[in-house]
T-cell receptor, first 115, second 116 residues
Framework: KAGVTQTPRYLIKTRGQQVTLSCSPISGHRSVSWYQQTPGQGLQFLFEYFSETQRNKGNFPGRFSGRQFSNSRSEMNVSTLELGDSALYLC??????????????FGSGTRLTVV | AQTVTQSQPEMSVQEAETVTLSCTYDTSESNYYLFWYKQPPSRQMILVIRQEAYKQQNATENRFSVNFQKAAKSFSLKISDSQLGDTAMYFCAFMTPNQAGTALIFGKGTTLSVSS
């Protein structure tokens, strides 16, 4: 079956601009989570969406937002980009089901560079 | 707050040898899950193995096994018969499901180099 698809793979943006990243989860997975990966801070949780509702949020400023559509696809938006937002953004879809062991599957990520 | 600590930033091993990566975590929760993920240079995070806290038996997946010491809050990964393809960054992660949802908390990672 198809894996988690993230688009685009690479992005270069200028400070002050905004950006939208997309994530298509594995079919049947209703939970989509976003993570930011940087060399300094490592992997940090941004937010989780389940059935079109944000149900968990990490410690990031309000410039970071997201949404989930009825087909479970999710988008993440970052407004007023700062140099420090340069990072690999990873999306993970999961079965929120104890019997399935909460399997998380990650996409290949979007590498965002802010100049 | 839950934390995950990986004390070995880098490890190296020869092909066919065995290596153990360390991970400790801190939590007051009783229901949680632990994971080891592998991130090769292709940057895709790949699940290596997972452990449910309520299961006492250590998880095993082919050449990968864990030593889960719940009282010590330790979750180490053993890779047997190391292969060149095991070269990657390895992350230990913790998750506790609750009404607020689920979120993985990652350690800083261990870079593993396997040489011939």
């Amino acid at each position: 079956k198809a894996g988690v698809t993230q688009t685009p793979r690479y992005l270069i943006k200028t400070r002050g601009q905004q950006v939208t990243l997309s994530c298509s989860p594995i079919s049947g997975h209703r939970s989509v989570s976003w993570y930011q990966q940087t060399p300094g801070q490592g992997l940090q949780f941004l937010f989780e969406y389940f059935s079109e509702t944000q149900r968990n949020k990490g410690n990031f400023p309000g410039r970071f937002s997201g949404r989930q559509f009825s087909n479970s696809r999710s988008e993440m938006n970052v407004s007023t980009l700062e140099l420090g937002d340069s990072a690999l953004y990873l999306c993970a879809s999961s079965l929120t089901d104890r019997s399935k062991g909460y399997g998380y599957t990650f996409g290949s990520g979007t590498r965002l560079t802010v100049v | 707050a839950q934390t995950v600590t990986q004390s070995q930033p880098e490890m190296s091993v020869q092909e066919a040898e065995t290596v153990t990566l360390s991970c400790t975590y801190d939590t007051s929760e009783s229901n949680y899950y632990l994971f080891w993920y592998k991130q090769p240079p292709s940057r895709q995070m790949i699940l290596v193995i997972r452990q449910e806290a309520y299961k006492q038996q250590n998880a095993t997946e082919n050449r990968f096994s864990v030593n889960f010491q719940k009282a010590a809050k330790s979750f180490s990964l053993k890779i047997s018969d190391s292969q060149l393809g095991d070269t990657a960054m390895y992350f230990c992660a913790f998750m506790t499901p609750n009404q607020a949802g689920t979120a993985l908390i990652f350690g800083k990672g261990t870079t593993l180099s396997v040489s011939s």
